[in-house]
Nanobody, 123 residues
Framework: QVQLVESGGGLVQAGGSLRLSCAAS????????MGWFRQAPGKERDFVAW????????YYADSVKGRFTISRDNAKNTVYLQMSSLKVEDTADYYC????????????????WGQGTQVTVSS
């Protein structure tokens, strides 16, 4: 069992930055890849970024490539999402998840989710 708690969301102006954190409980955190997804009101939960267990491989959605950076600290059981050059269209609830099987791109591959943290980007 893994519990995830996201934090770091808030209101920011377009062009600004935020860093999201996802703290995990459970001793198996370092064994799994981790992903960030986001969900805007009335829309599906979409892939944002993924990182492998060691932090050596990362993948990003095209919409955030070059602006967002995913990282992890296994000693702290935490994964981060550094978001820069934020746009209004980045406004959403952001969720982290434990990638347990299959493609990292789809929500079906994730066994556990946090409760989400809200990010609002104003123009």
């Amino acid at each position: 069992q893994v519990q995830l708690v996201e934090s770091g969301g808030g209101l920011v102006q377009a062009g600004g930055s935020l860093r999201l954190s996802c703290a995990a409980s459970g001793r198996t955190f370092s064994s799994y890849g981790m992903g960030w997804f986001r969900q805007a009101p009335g829309k599906e939960r979409d892939f944002v970024a993924w990182i492998d267990w060691s932090g050596g491989r990362t993948y990003y959605a095209d919409s955030v490539k070059g602006r967002f950076t995913i990282s992890r600290d296994n000693a702290k059981n935490t994964v981060y999402l550094q978001m820069s050059s934020l746009k209004v269209e980045d406004t959403a609830d952001y969720y982290c998840g434990v990638h347990s099987s299959g493609s990292y791109y789809y929500t079906a591959g994730y066994a556990y989710w946090g409760q989400g943290t809200q990010v609002t980007v104003s123009s």
